[in-house]
């Protein structure tokens, strides 16, 4: 893809820098607090809303959709977990269910196998499978799939983002019916993952580095997309979501909300007044 000034590419290869800017949880030492208030708050919503637990997409353990369907829902919101391709499960983010079934949106989760039991390019294949299920069979559990918006984060971020460039032929659904993206904090070059201690999991090498790239692929949904990161991020993260705004014409907002860290930006995702959250929203009005 060309553009019309050269694109922002990782500034350094130096193992250091790349551990200090990638390494997430090193630089918010608090994160387990986040993730113990997600499970706890979690499980409340699993046992107070209506929801389907677990529906099988795949044959694998983890070919899992959890759905909540909202009444008289005028859209349906995907959203796709984050823990660098390797962790987390859908089961820690039911919460964020709770303020998008309150706005009128069913919220589906799917899971997918994880690093470094499978490749991040199966990964983008079990997103890619999920998705085909879910347009397929989501009215059968009460999930309209008529104005659909696809969002992530981290890892998740990047499946979007993946999803968005998938090859047409290998859809098997209308892309018409997704209203909109939004990929939170996702990485879209990954050259500087080889020299990252992560990819002792991802078992990348260059060739698989230059297939999973977006930064130079045409998206092939034509949705807008909503690109955010933390102010607080590193620069790193915050540099890879200007990278996609500046390579992509569907990017039809970048958020880079102050203060907000890698893991509060996803609480900004749900909090009504966030930003994040009305843009969110407005993909269908």
């Known amino acids: 893809m060309t553009t019309s000034t050269p694109l922002p590419l ?9 551990e200090r800017e990638y390494n997430n949880r090193a630089r918010v030492p608090e994160h387990p607090e986040y993730f113990a208030r997600w499970e706890r708050d979690s499980r409340f919503v699993r046992e ?3 929801c389907r637990l677990d529906l099988p997409y795949g044959p694998d353990p983890r070919h899992r959709w959890d759905l909540f369907p909202a009444a008289n829902a005028r859209g349906t919101l995907v959203f796709i977990h984050g823990g660098y391709w390797r962790g987390l ?18 919220v589906a989760l799917p899971n997918y196998r994880l690093a470094p039991s499978a490749s991040i390019e199966a990964i983008v294949g079990d997103v890619g499978a999920a998705m085909d299920w879910l347009f397929a069979h989501g009215a059968e559990h009460g999930i309209a799939m008529e104005r659909v918006v696809v969002s992530g984060h981290s890892a998740g971020g990047h499946l979007v983002a993946a999803l968005f460039a998938a090859p047409a032929p290998t859809r098997h659904f209308d892309p018409a019916r997704i209203a909109g993206g939004v990929a939170i904090s996702g990485l879209y070059e990954f050259e500087p993952l080889l020299a990252f201690s992560g990819n002792d999991d991802f078992r990348l090498d260059a060739a698989s580095a230059a297939r999973l790239n977006l930064y130079d692929k045409r998206p092939t949904i034509h949705a807008p997309l909503v690109a955010a990161v933390g102010g607080a991020e590193s620069s790193e993260f915050i ?12 990017v039809r907002e970048t958020l880079v909300p102050p203060s907000l ?5 996803v609480d900004a995702f749900c909090e009504r007044g966030q ?6 929203l407005a ?3």
């Open 10 to 18: 990782c500034p350094s290869l130096d193992p250091a820098f790349l």
């Open 48 to 50: 107070t809303l209506p």
């Open 89 to 106: 499960d859908k089961g820690v983010f039911s919460w964020l269910a709770a303020s998008y079934v309150a706005a009128g949106l069913n």
């Open 239 to 250: 540099r890879h979501t200007r990278l996609l705004a500046a390579a992509w014409p569907t």
């Open 261 to 265: 860290d890698h893991f509060s930006v």
């Open 275 to 280: 930003p994040l959250y009305e843009a969110t």
């Open 283 to 285: 993909l269908v009005p």
